[in-house]
């Protein structure tokens, strides 16, 4: 138990300047996903993002999301598949890149909810939008990396 | 994705078996084991999921909220200015706020620990195992969970406090992953002791 929480927490030290310097160039990628699905609502038809620093900023209409609290369950993904025997071994490079691309669909799905519920609080308070979205940043992003972990992880 | 319990097996050779099959035998790519293995595996992972659910609704239901997830919260922050008043930090508090001369900072749902909590409950509780094993599971992860939980908050004001460009880094990526990576490895390891106890039961 000792050496998998030392590897875990090695794989922590790894991923978390790793992934606080790719932050910009990752939430670009999600914004790429996420804009042609957001266009689909009526509301935001015409809304532009970019991303400065580690913002993603919208426009027309206006809103500012911290890219760090869309995607943070990352640093999580990396250092419980460093904490698994052999983690470079083929079978577990796969798992880990599989489970990466389901973390990355829910980071698509995260921003559309984020921004969904951010204007309809703006509107008149609570809504579904806003419930699923709290479900999915509190409870949700961690439990989808432990779930692809333990699925991939779970002979060992 | 192929399962990691899957494991190939070489069929028994027959007396129609020609010589050719003898020097290659069929290998199939799944036994009855490994589908039981994988259906075990899905029913614990949408156990899991509903039960997560269901304590998140919990959290959303007003009445539950007001009567016990908010005077939790303020009992956690409360523990913890304690915790940094003993180690000189001079802070007040007032509900879920705790603030010093330079910094403040308000326990909210996803830094009280109680999201870890349903993590771990929902965990013990989907998994295979007797009542009194998942509650006392439950009981000891919390008591770990709320522990670190405590430091974790304490720590984040000390941040705050002296490094303000560090908190947001150890707000999300650091604690929150040594947090639920604690759910995960005590959950992980309750599984290999209810394991061991099924075995020697089995004996």
């Not at chain 2, 994988?38 to 919990?58: D, E, G, H, T």
Request: with cysteine; glycine share 4%.
């Amino acid at each position: 138990m000792r050496r998998t929480l030392a590897k875990f927490a090695a794989g922590l030290a790894v991923a978390v300047p790793l992934w606080w310097f790719t932050l910009p160039a990752y939430s670009r990628v999600v914004v790429f996903l996420t804009a042609p699905l957001i266009h689909l609502d009526a509301q935001f038809a015409r809304a532009i993002f970019s991303v400065a620093a580690n913002r993603i900023l919208m426009r027309n209409p206006s809103l500012d999301i911290p890219a760090e609290q869309v995607t943070y369950n990352l640093v999580l993904l990396v250092a419980l598949f460093a904490s698994v025997r052999r983690p470079f071994r083929d079978q577990n490079v796969i798992a880990f890149l599989i489970s990466a691309a389901i973390v990355f669909t829910t980071h698509v799905a995260g921003l559309v909810l984020w921004i969904e519920s951010a204007f309809a609080i703006r509107a008149g308070g609570w809504s579904t939008w806003s419930a699923v979205q709290t479900l999915l940043q509190i409870v949700g992003m961690p439990a989808i990396v432990f779930a692809c972990w333990w699925a991939a992880t779970q002979k060992q | 994705m192929a399962s990691p319990l899957c494991e190939d097996r070489l069929q028994p050779v027959t007396m129609t078996t020609t010589a050719a099959e003898v020097h290659t035998p069929k290998r199939p790519r799944y036994t009855i084991r490994c589908v039981a293995a994988n259906r075990r595996q899905i029913r614990f992972l949408v156990r899991f999921a509903l039960l997560l659910i269901v304590f998140y609704a919990f959290m959303l239901y007003r009445p539950f909220e007001e009567r016990v997830i908010d005077p939790y919260t303020q009992s956690i922050a409360a523990v913890s200015a304690s915790l940094l008043n003993v180690g000189g930090a001079h802070v007040t508090r007032s509900g879920t706020l705790i603030t010093g001369r330079t910094f403040g900072v308000e326990v909210k749902n996803g830094c009280n620990g109680v999201e870890a909590l349903f993590f771990l409950a929902a965990a013990m509780i989907a998994f295979e195992a007797p009542a009194r094993w998942r509650l006392a599971g439950v009981v000891v992860g919390s008591l770990v969970i709320e522990v670190l939980n405590i430091v974790r908050v304490a720590s984040l004001y000390l941040i705050g406090a002296m490094r303000p460009d560090l908190f947001e880094t150890f707000h999300l990526a650091i604690w929150q992953t040594v947090i639920f990576g604690a759910a995960v490895f005590m959950f992980v390891y309750w599984t290999s002791r209810v394991q061991r106890l099924d075995a020697a039961n089995a004996r």
